[in-house]
Nanobody
Framework: QVQLVESGGGLVQAGGSLTLSCATSKSISSFITMGWSRQAPGKEREMGARITHGGNINYLDSVKGRFTISRDNRKNTVYLQMNNLKPEDTAVYYC?????????????WGQGTQVSVSS
């Protein structure tokens, strides 16, 4: 059973910073991709940041220059450093990872952590 456990959410004022962590029960190097998605109230879930097994990184346009995704293979943890937070960043943030299971690619999700940014 693959588990992803997020931590680090909270309430912060606009312009502030937070760092989210995602601890995995499986070696990070096993994942094809790992990333962070977010879902704001009344909106669809969107990919915020993603890092591939080979280290390629993609960001949602609205977070480029403010968010940084990174990983620590020794700790099997993925991080999302969020700077200059804005009220529109308020959402539940989910860690996710894709694994090759047999011939299929399966996605795994954490339970989510709330990030609230006040103006």
């Amino acid at each position: 059973q693959v588990q992803l456990v997020e931590s680090g959410g909270g309430l912060v004022q606009a312009g502030g910073s937070l760092t989210l962590s995602c601890a995995t029960s499986k070696s990070i190097s096993s994942f094809i991709t790992m990333g962070w998605s977010r879902q704001a109230p009344g909106k669809e879930r969107e990919m915020g940041a993603r890092i591939t097994h080979g280290g390629n990184i993609n960001y949602l346009d609205s977070v480029k220059g403010r968010f940084t995704i990174s990983r620590d293979n020794r700790k099997n943890t993925v991080y999302l450093q969020m700077n200059n937070l804005k009220p529109e960043d308020t959402a539940v943030y989910y860690c996710n990872g894709a694994l090759l299971v047999g011939d299929d690619i399966r996605g795994f999700w954490g339970q989510g952590t709330q990030v609230s940014v006040s103006s």
